[in-house]
T-cell receptor, first 119, second 108 residues
């Protein structure tokens, strides 16, 4: 149980284009979803937290107009990187929490990640 | 600023040895503590979680928590080459904060 999927698993795009990444909880309803970015050999960096039906809460330094998050349902959140540039190339990972997890809702279940390369 | 600190490593141990991974945190109000394993190029996967002071064992893994010292550790017994990965400590005190991770290498 508690499987999170992401699509696409990798994407290559030209500079200036927008890219949408989907995060889905497959077998549970996610109370909260999180978006992380990870550069090579660096730690996870939380970008934003989103709850279904409400605006995402962005971490300091993350441009909300550049990284658009939509959390339309309890099983789907999307991250759109608008006008992507080479410096946006990174590994984007989503996670979700559920009250049905082993740790009573506190642990995060991670998706497999999306590797974005902007040329 | 809520901080979660880990030694970045790399930590190298021989196969069969005990690997000890350490983590300290700054937020005294933290209630739940997690260890994730992340293989290169993959996303993190949960190994252990612990809420109470003391030890919690799960197979070859033991999590240790000392809230007074704001310290949580992960012991891996009988380390295997397949345990080679980056181990992330995460602390939840209202929001989840991750450490930078410790890279572990288990040599055959």
């Amino acid at each position: 149980g508690a499987v999170v999927s992401q699509h696409p698993s990798w994407v290559i795009c030209k500079s200036g284009t927008s890219v949408k990444i989907e995060c889905r909880s497959l077998d549970f309803q996610a109370t909260t979803m999180f978006w992380y970015r990870q550069f090579p050999k660096q730690s996870l960096m939380l970008m934003a937290t989103s709850n279904e039906g409400s605006k995402a809460t962005y971490e300091q330094g993350v441009e909300k107009d550049k990284f658009l998050i939509n959390h339309a349902s309890l099983t789907l959140s999307t991250l759109t990187v608008t006008s992507a540039h080479p410096e946006d190339s990174s590994f984007y990972i989503c996670s979700a929490t559920t009250s049905n997890g082993r740790a009573g809702g506190n642990e995060q279940f991670f998706g497999p990640g999306t590797r974005l390369t902007v040329l | 600023q809520k901080e979660v600190e880990q030694n970045s490593g790399p930590l190298s141990v021989p196969e069969g040895a005990i690997a000890s991974l350490n983590c300290t945190y700054s937020d005294r109000g933290s209630q739940s503590f997690f260890w994730y394993r992340q293989y290169s190029g993959k996303s993190p996967e949960l190994i252990m979680f612990i809420y109470s002071n003391g030890d919690k064992e799960d197979g070859r893994f033991t999590a240790q928590l000392n809230k007074a010292s704001q310290y949580v550790s992960l012991l891996i017994r009988d380390s295997q080459p397949s345990d080679s990965a980056t181990y992330l400590c995460a602390v939840n005190g209202g929001d989840m904060r991750f450490g930078a991770g410790t890279r572990l290498t288990v040599k055959p």
